[in-house]
């Protein structure tokens, strides 16, 4: 059983920073790329930020770029999403993906695995 937990999420202030965590277990291999999306209410699930297996290559929605960094760490399978400068129009419901395609990965078809999600709410 692969199993994906994100942690981290909850009330923010505009303009205040929160750091989201998701640990992988399970079958899951650590190179896997790992990726973050959200799902504000009313909308689509949308791409935030992306890395490969390798932690070489990070991907960043425009709307992030700047304020958001995402890393990870392979011997303790995790991966980690620092957000900074947060505004109101980031709150949304945050889930963690990991996929074995290195490429595309800003599409949710890149991703094998689905984390249930952390919800972020930021304040104005």
């Known amino acids: 059983q692969v199993q994906l937990v994100e942690s981290g999420g909850g009330l923010v202030q505009a303009g205040g920073s929160l750091r989201l965590s998701c640990a992988f277990s399970?079958?899951?291999v650590s190179w896997y790329a790992r990726g973050w999306f959200r799902q504000a209410p009313v909308k689509e699930r949308e791409f935030v930020a992306a890395i490969s297996w390798s932690g070489d290559n990070t991907y960043y929605a425009d709307s992030v770029k700047g304020r958001f960094t995402i890393s990870r760490d392979n011997a303790k399978n995790t991966v980690v999403l620092q957000m900074n400068s947060l505004k109101p129009e980031d709150t949304a419901v945050y889930y963690c993906?990991?996929?074995?395609?290195?490429?595309?990965?800003?599409?949710?078809?890149?991703?094998?695995?689905w984390g249930q999600g952390t919800l972020v709410t930021v304040s104005s």
């Open positions: 399970g079958r899951i």
């Open positions: 993906a990991a996929g074995r395609r290195d490429y595309d990965l800003g599409h949710q078809g890149a991703y094998d695995y």
